[in-house]
């Protein structure tokens, strides 16, 4: 099942051996220490090659691990959004980008991302499935 292991889970391990190698920025490593959003506006724009988007999958489970963890966090809608315009600004052209959660949107086209590759990890009975997405960063942005 999903937790702060998801690295660890032996085809996940496996997806980002091949496609990011060891070397990776990781916007929400456990345990939780600042928000992810303020961490990636501390980077200069493209300047980022590897980068791991593997957020709690809701809204609602960042608020509880970032107050679990000290941090204040204002739900709002936009938060998504707002993270996944820095990860754009700050990749590199042809850089990558693993996107893990319960869809497949990952960083997206109109953000200037193509996909390469979806992995699909089953983790049985009535858990969620993990969906693992690879994309290039194609072009700046669209929009």
């Not at 996940?12 to 992810?36: H, T």
Request: proline letters at 8%; aromatic letters at 12%.
């Amino acid at each position: 099942m999903p937790n702060h292991m998801t690295f660890s889970i032996p085809p996940i391990a496996k997806l980002i051996q091949e496609e990011l190698g060891s070397n990776f920025v990781d916007p929400f490593p456990y345990p939780f220490e600042r928000d992810a959003l303020e961490y990636l506006k501390e980077f200069p724009t493209e300047s980022v090659e590897k980068l791991a988007f593997d957020p709690p999958y809701s809204v609602r489970q960042l608020k509880e691990k970032y107050e679990q963890a000290g941090l204040s966090f204002e739900t709002r809608p936009t938060y998504w959004r707002l993270l996944k315009e820095e990860i754009a600004r700050i990749v590199k052209p042809n850089g990558k980008v693993i996107s893990f959660g319960w869809n497949s949107g990952g960083i997206g086209k109109v953000l200037g991302f193509e996909i390469t590759r979806i992995l699909l990890v089953a983790h049985g009975g009535i858990h969620n499935d993990t969906i693992c997405t690879v994309e290039k960063k194609i072009q700046t942005r669209l929009i």
